[in-house]
């Protein structure tokens, strides 16, 4: 399975802000996804990042508020703009095996927006 | 009705016993399942996959019966170090997408 890391692993932010949270992997990697996990909840898809275009957005997420890059292979980035308090939660960045349908976490980022 | 539907316990077991979690789906076209096992301020980890003959590893057993549209996961002989929260996963490959839709995950709590 692919290693990855994300960075920061937790924030604390004030309304109004942006916060941009990177997703590094140690392998080159088709397909890259971003997570929302809020308290007590299961995981949300946000979008599938494409590489070298426009990422693909789940129905409730829209790019204006979570712009998503992906300028290669093995990196990501999702931007968590003009925050919320309701946007306090934890993302996740997750790849699909090369050679399968398995798909693997970092350690996700912990973002509170006070 | 809920894409992927688990009941959300938690199941209290004491060590040693064996459990067993369910978890169906609404789509007849999901193609892969997968078990998960998240801890508390982790990310979930790949459990096992779940094939349509039944798979085991160690202690844990995963069946799949499409016609009822349900994943079922059995732990025999239950550790103090199972506690966690089982996700149960299904990734449907409808209109060439890869949607992996979760559940809302299974507690168990084994106790000494």
């Known amino acids: 399975s692919a290693v990855i890391s994300q960075k920061p692993s937790r924030d604390i932010c004030q309304r109004g802000t942006s916060l941009t949270i990177q997703c590094q992997v140690d392998?080159?990697?088709?397909?890259m996804f971003w997570y929302r996990q809020q308290p007590g909840q299961s995981l949300t898809l946000i979008a599938t990042?494409?590489?070298?275009?426009?990422?693909?957005?789940e129905s409730g997420f829209v790019i204006d508020k979570f712009p998503i890059s992906r300028p290669n292979l093995t990196f990501s980035t999702l931007t968590v703009s003009n925050m919320s308090p309701e946007d306090s939660s934890i993302y996740l960045c997750?790849?699909?095996?090369?050679?399968?349908?398995?798909?693997?976490f970092g350690p996700g980022t912990r973002l509170t927006v006070t | 009705r809920k894409e992927v539907e688990q009941d959300p316990g938690p199941f209290n077991v004491p060590e040693g016993a064996t459990v067993a979690f369910n978890c169906t789906y609404s789509n007849s076209a999901s193609q892969s399942f997968f078990w998960y096992r998240q801890d508390c301020r982790k990310e979930p980890k790949l459990l096992m996959s779940?094939?349509?003959s039944g798979n085991e590893d160690g202690r844990f057993t995963a069946q799949l019966n499409r016609a009822s549209q349900y994943i079922s996961l059995l732990i025999r002989d239950s550790k103090l170090s199972d506690s966690a929260t089982y996700l149960c996963v299904v990734n449907d490959r409808t209109s060439g997408t890869y949607k992996y839709i979760f559940g809302t995950g299974t507690r168990l709590k084994v106790l000494a």
């Open positions: 392998s080159q990697v088709t397909m």
């Open positions: 779940v094939y349509s």
């Open positions: 990042a494409n590489q070298g275009s426009e990422a693909t957005y």
């Open positions: 997750s790849v699909r095996g090369v050679s399968s349908y398995e798909q693997y």
